[in-house]
Nanobody, 124 residues
């Protein structure tokens, strides 16, 4: 059974940083694209950032470019989201997501499993 468990959310002031982690179990992690989605209050969730199965390619939405970084540690079956220069509009529940086997991680429709989510709140 595939499991994705996020950690690392919390409350931070604008301009601060947080690192989210997502531990994955139940499959050959190194063969799968991974990503992070977020859902702000009253809004639909959408993909924020993705990394290909090989780690060679990453995809970012425009609003987080230069501030957020995704990485993966295949030895630990873990994907990370480093968030710097956080803004109040980054406030959302962040979900780790499992992409397609040998996928790019670029497209929302590639993803089919999500974690339970972790709250990130950025105060102004």
């Amino acid at each position: 059974q595939v499991q994705l468990v996020e950690s690392g959310g919390g409350l931070v002031q604008a301009g601060g940083s947080l690192r989210l982690s997502c531990a994955v179990s139940g499959l050959a992690f190194n063969n799968y694209a991974m990503g992070w989605f977020r859902q702000a209050p009253g809004k639909e969730g959408d993909i924020v950032i993705g990394i290909s199965w090989s780690g060679a390619s990453t995809y970012y939405v425009e609003s987080v470019k230069g501030r957020f970084t995704i990485s993966r540690d295949n030895g630990k079956n873990t994907v990370y989201l480093q968030m710097n220069s956080l803004k109040p509009e980054d406030t959302a529940v962040y979900y780790c997501a499992l992409g397609r086997q040998y996928g790019s991680g670029r497209y929302a429709h590639e993803y089919n499993h999500w974690g339970q989510g972790t709250q990130v709140t950025v105060s102004s």
